[in-house]
Structure formats: structure tokens, C-alpha cells
């Protein structure tokens, strides 16, 4: 049981370019999304989903898209990077029971440092 | 909408002294309060909940109690090591089963 995985863990992009940060699960959970943490900002919700094909805004969506197309996978995308989104991004699934939390627990990846310059 | 407050960082301690990291939330009805813990280099862990007014969470020697009638949920250890060094994040569940509301976090140093 790997929990949730993300890839790359580092990644420098161009002004302009694009690019695409996976995360999987292999807990079976539904729920899924995607934070990026900025210092003295927190974590901040980008987009989420609650199960396959269904997928919702967060608080800070533009210029990010997901999609999900398995219970297991929830890549996000960045269409055209800009120096605004160097962050590192953190995925986290969410448990529908049992755990430390009972349910609704949430499981964070190891995150991704993206670099825009 | 909800919102987390937490005292801002950083925290430097020595050893074996005693640690308070405030956080105090806004939110409707009857939310459920977390703390969590981020070791260098890695992604969040939770560390303690509580789920209802008066409740204690507490884990690995911390605690925290849901205090309503102050919308506090403050972190606590009687004895901090080194190992504790890490960055702690307030959090809440609201209205949403799914959906956290973070704090923005407290860099906690311990020095031997």
C-alpha cells in the first residue's frame, strides 16, 4: 500500500510552458485533490474531485486543469506556466472511514517543487 | 466563510520546554478541528482531532481541546524534543465533509 504518490518531485519550467503533476492512489478513496503551499499562505485548494468524471473549483483554480478519469489517478495541469505558480503542490486523497481522523480522513502526497522562471 | 488563525511563527524552543502554538477559527455550525504536522522534506501528517466542543485530542504528547466559546484550539506539549521541529498547521471541516480550511502555519524550532 503506497498511499498517494506524486511525480516529479522537483520540476523547473519556462514562463509559457506546460506541464502535467500526477498523483495516485491506491486506497480506493473517491475523494481527491489538490493544494498548493506558499510560505506564510498556507495550503490553499486548487480543485478537487469526488469521484471518476467528476471534478470542482477550489479557491484558487485559474490557470490549473484536472481531470479524472480512474478512482486512482488525478493529474493536474498547468496549460501555460507563469511565475505566479511556483508553489509546491500537495495532493491528498481522502478516506471515507476508519483512521485517525474516523472518516473523512485526509492523506497527503510527498508534494511537488515547481520552479517557474 | 471559515477561516484559521494561527500564531505566527517561528517558534524557536530549547529542549524539553514547554510549547503553545495558538489557533483560533471562525466557521458556521459545528466544525471539526485538526492539527497537523509537516516534517522537512515531506507532505502533512495528521497529528490530532477533535470532532465537538470540550473534546481533547491528543497524540505523541501533544494535546489540543475544542473550546467553543473561545473558537480555540490550541496545541500543546509539556516537553518538546528535537525531533519535533516541523512545521504545524491548524485546520478545520466545516460545512463540507471533504474540504479543509488550513492555517497558515507555525515553524517550530527546537534546539538541543
Known amino acids: 500500500n503506497a498511499g498517494v504518490t506524486q511525480t516529479p518531485k522537483f520540476q523547473v519550467l519556462k514562463t509559457g510552458q506546460s506541464m502535467t503533476l500526477q498523483c495516485a492512489q491506491d486506497m480506493n478513496h473517491e475523494y481527491m485533490s489538490w493544494y498548493r503551499q506558499d510560505p506564510g499562505m498556507g495550503l490553499r485548494l486548487i480543485h478537487y474531485?469526488?469521484?471518476?468524471?467528476?471534478?470542482d473549483q477550489g479557491e484558487v483554480p485559474n490557470g490549473y486543469n484536472v481531470s479524472r478519469s480512474t478512482t486512482e489517478d488525478f493529474p493536474l495541469r498547468l496549460l501555460s506556466a507563469a511565475p505566479s505558480q511556483t508553489s509546491v503542490y500537495f495532493c491528498a486523497s481522502t478516506t471515507t472511514g476508519g483512521g485517525l481522523a474516523g472518516r473523512y480522513e485526509q492523506y497527503f502526497g510527498p508534494g511537488t517543487r515547481l520552479t517557474v522562471t | 466563510g471559515n477561516s484559521v488563525t494561527q500564531m505566527e511563527g517561528p517558534v524557536t524552543l530549547s529542549e524539553e520546554a514547554f510549547l503553545t502554538i495558538n489557533c483560533t477559527y471562525t466557521a458556521t455550525g459545528y466544525p471539526s478541528l485538526f492539527w497537523y504536522v509537516q516534517y522537512p522534506g515531506e507532505g502533512l501528517q495528521l497529528l490530532l482531532k477533535a470532532t465537538k466542543a470540550d473534546d481533547k485530542g491528543s497524540n505523541k504528547g501533544f494535546e489540543a481541546t475544542y473550546r467553543k466559546e473561545t473558537t480555540s484550539f490550541h496545541l500543546e506539549k509539556g516537553s518538546v524534543q528535537v525531533s519535533d521541529s516541523a512545521v504545524y498547521f491548524c485546520a478545520l471541516r466545516g460545512g463540507s465533509n471533504y474540504k479543509l480550511t488550513f492555517g497558515k502555519g507555525t515553524l517550530l524550532t527546537v534546539n538541543p
Open positions: 474531485s469526488v469521484g471518476a468524471g467528476i471534478t
